[in-house]
């Protein structure tokens, strides 16, 4: 038998066992290496040096309340001009309420100064909105070459957003959020608050409350108020800066048609619900019960009752125990919604808030009874209009208005409907309050 093959293969395979054997040693030595420096980096990023999972401050932090995730600075763009921008979010289906008057407030401050105006979107972007052609049917008229806008909405512990800012700029902002952002900012003027309601209501006790009553705190802003009556809840409740600084408006929510004066076609009555059950402060199921309730009183049943609600998609229509339905109409078209608004002879708008809110001031500009809620400083809206009846935030007495409400005549209301005081002009109802503002920006 020839043993020589049999060698050589033996031979071979110790040769091989033996390179195998250093270059495994060799890998091991490398992968102990990496385990050691990744282990050193996992600590300096993390603090765990027993290699248990853990997570960055700033992390943590962006998980919890994402809205305040930094916006940074960055140097101007070439040939970049002084502008007014202001933090928002802009919504394709239309604007409404404070958003609206947001972008009203910037841009008759952009027109004042002679500045550009830009939109920093810092909540949600989107490109398929026409914010010059809203703005012009309120009345203000900003150029195509002045306007741009920049998504901010992207922005992460790991992406951070950049904000070129010239330094003239002067940003406004009317969320908590927005202001605890812009506060952090180098900004050469102080910037513009848009307070339109007290945010901190808008929590349980929590993180986000406190850091929402924070933001009146500082003195890095101009206080700027929609509404005189809140302004006076900022004073009742000693924010002194607010008291000493603030400037008020009243705003333009006001609808207006040839004639507001509304003439029955039909005898039968139609209601509105304000209905937005995402939002605590509007009351959504104290309102449902007091429909409830009012609607089994036998004054209600003299009459013929359509019942809508808006404000929300995905609510369901409600049977009530009379049999009444109310219809809702989800989400509409800001179109749409003023079409349907001039049909509605009583509204019920609650807002336990300090301040009066739209569609309470919008359906009183067109004639209709509102039911609308006292909270705190806020007791009645007569200066508004003799059509809001105030009630307790309760089912029941929101009930017992609704009633009352049911039985003011025609006439009565028109000739109420006279003494309003609810603007519809932008441009004028801005114009003091804009120039006043102004002076601490030249």
């Known amino acids: 038998m020839n043993k020589k093959p049999l060698v050589i293969t033996i031979r071979g395979i110790r040769k091989t066992s033996y390179l195998t054997n250093k270059i495994v040693k060799k890998s091991s030595h490398f992968l ?54 202001v933090f928002a979010f802009l919504d394709p289906r239309g604007f409404y309420g404070g958003i609206a008057t947001l972008l009203c407030v910037a841009a ?56 070129p800012l ?34 901190p209501i808008f929590y349980n006790n929590s993180d986000k409350s406190v850091l929402a009553e924070q933001t ?20 009742k409740n000693n924010y002194d800066y607010i008291k000493k600084n603030g400037v008020w408006f009243e705003p333009a ?32 199921i104290n309102g449902m019960r007091a429909l409830d309730l009012a609607f089994q009183d036998e004054v209600m049943k003299k ?12 609510v369901p229509s409600v049977k009530l125990t009379s049999g009444h339905i109310i219809k809702n109409l989800g989400k509409m078209d800001i179109s749409d919604y003023y079409k349907f608004a001039r049909t509605v002879d009583l509204a019920l708008s609650p807002m336990l808030a300090p301040h009066p ?7 009183a500009s067109l004639g209709a009874i509102v039911v609308s809620t006292k ?17 307790e935030p309760t089912a029941e007495d929101m009930a017992v208005k609704i009633i009352e409400a049911s039985q003011i005549s025609s006439l009565e209301k028109n000739k109420n409907l006279a003494t309003n005081h609810i603007n519809s002009e932008w441009p004028l109802a801005l114009e003091k309050a804009i120039n006043q503002v102004a002076t601490f920006y030249k």
């Open 32 to 85: 102990d290496k990496v385990e050691r420096k990744t282990s050193r980096i996992l600590i300096n990023k993390t603090g765990s040096s027993d290699g248990t999972e853990s997570i960055a401050i700033n992390e943590l932090v962006f998980y919890a309340i994402q809205e305040i995730t930094p916006i940074y600075p960055a140097l101007p763009k070439i040939g970049q001009k002084p502008s007014v921008t």
């Open 108 to 163: 008759a401050l952009a027109n004042k100064l002679g500045y550009d105006l830009r939109v920093a979107q810092t909540a949600n972007f989107s490109d398929s909105t026409d914010v010059l052609d809203f703005l012009s049917s309120k009345g203000i008229v900003i150029e195509k070459e002045r306007f741009s806008t920049i998504n901010l909405s992207k922005r992460s512990p790991s992406d951070f957003g950049y904000l």
């Open 166 to 199: 010239h330094q003239d700029d002067v940003l406004v902002v009317s969320t908590w959020w927005d202001a605890h952002i812009a506060a952090q900012l180098p900004l050469k003027k102080k910037f513009l608050y848009l307070i339109q309601d007290y945010e």
């Open 216 to 235: 009146y705190l500082s003195e890095k802003f101009i206080p700027f108020l929609n509404t005189e009556i809140l302004y006076k809840y900022f004073v």
């Open 253 to 284: 929510p006001g609808i207006t048609t040839k004639s507001n004066i509304k003439v029955k076609k039909s005898n039968t009555k139609i209601l509105f619900l304000y209905a937005r059950p995402n939002v605590d402060r509007n009351l959504f």
């Open 303 to 314: 009459d013929k009752w359509l019942l809508f609600s808006a404000g929300t998609t995905g």
């Open 357 to 363: 809110n739209y569609p309470t001031l919008e359906f």
């Open 375 to 391: 909270w705190k400083t806020k007791q009645n809206l007569d200066y508004y209009s003799p059509n809001i009846l105030m009630a």
